[in-house]
C-alpha cells in the first residue's frame, strides 16, 4: 500500500510540471534582433486599418496594435526599425497574408537613417 501511494504521488508530480509547462509559450518566443528601412503606412478599409511597414524590398509587415499611437504620424517617412518578429500561429498568419502582410513585426525603436 506505502508503494501505491508513492505511484500516485509520482504522477500527481509528474501531471503538474506537464500542466507548468506552455509549448505555446515555447513557439512564441520572439525571433531575433532585425534591422530594415521602410515606410510606415495604415492599411485595410475603415473602420478596420491596421499599422503597417513597407520594407524597401517590397515586404509590407503588421505591426501590433498597441504601437498604432506611436507611429500614426510617421505615415509616408523612411525609417530604420529595429525590433523583432512575432512567431506565426497558423489561422491569424492566413487571415494576414490575405490582408497583404505577411508578418508580424514588433518595432523595439526607429530612427531617420543616416
Not at 505511484?7 to 508530480?13: D, K, Q, V
Not at 518566443?29 to 510606415?40: A, H, I, M, S, Y
Not at 492599411?43 to 498604432?68: A, K, L, N, Q
Request: proline share 7%; glycine share 10%.
Amino acid at each position: 500500500m506505502k508503494h501505491a501511494k508513492t505511484g500516485y504521488i509520482s504522477i500527481l508530480l509528474f501531471s503538474i510540471c506537464l500542466a507548468l509547462i506552455d509549448p505555446a509559450g515555447c513557439t512564441s518566443l520572439p525571433e531575433k534582433n532585425t534591422v530594415f528601412q521602410g515606410q510606415v503606412g495604415i492599411y485595410g478599409t475603415e473602420p478596420f486599418t491596421w499599422p503597417g511597414i513597407h520594407t524597401d524590398s517590397g515586404e509590407i509587415y503588421r505591426v501590433p496594435p498597441e504601437y498604432r499611437e506611436k507611429i500614426w504620424d510617421l505615415q509616408g517617412q523612411r525609417l530604420e526599425f529595429s525590433g523583432y518578429f512575432q512567431k506565426d500561429n497558423g489561422k491569424q498568419n492566413q487571415e494576414k497574408e490575405t490582408m497583404g502582410a505577411k508578418r508580424v513585426f514588433v518595432p523595439v525603436s526607429w530612427k531617420v537613417p543616416e
